[in-house]
């Protein structure tokens, strides 16, 4: 739970044998002897959010209401990037009561217009690739 709120936690050395399901595999795990370290750290440099969620109502819902709490910056959650899906589209209809989209003026517009909800999978390969790039990244620089 604590890996996706991106919290800090306190893990025995047991635990970080034993349990595959913490998926950390050849991502960098920042360990320190002093929890306070870590907590400092989170609470004093912050977090750079980006997002992305479905192309439908309750996707542009979710986003407004991540708004509301936090600064954050669209991850391929754009007019630009449903026309992208658009071709890859599976033909889901779009349903449900209409949404605006607090940060593009055109998405919600361009959705009622095509009238197609696009999921996430639809976009997987680039999420992925995206990901990738930050993770070669950090691992060049540190």
């Not at 002897?33 to 479905?54: K, M, R, S, W």
């Not at 607090?102 to 999420?127: F, I, Q």
């Amino acid at each position: 739970m604590a890996r996706e709120a991106g919290e800090p936690s306190v893990l025995t050395l047991r635990q970080l044998g034993s349990d595959p399901t913490l998926g950390v595999g050849a991502r960098r795990v920042w360990i320190c002897e002093n929890p306070i370290v870590l907590a400092t750290a989170a609470d004093e440099l912050g977090a750079d959010f980006t997002y992305h969620g479905d192309f439908d109502w309750g996707g542009i819902r979710i986003a407004n209401r991540l708004t509301q709490h936090f600064h954050w910056r669209p991850w391929r959650f754009d007019t630009l990037a449903y026309n992208h899906t658009l071709g890859r589209s599976m033909g889901q209809a779009l349903a449900g009561r209409q949404a605006v989209a607090v940060w593009d003026a055109d998405l919600s517009p361009r959705l009622a217009e095509a009238g197609a909800a696009d999921h996430e999978e639809l976009l997987l390969p680039d999420l992925v690739t995206d990901l990738a790039e930050v993770h070669s990244a950090d691992i060049r620089s540190g």
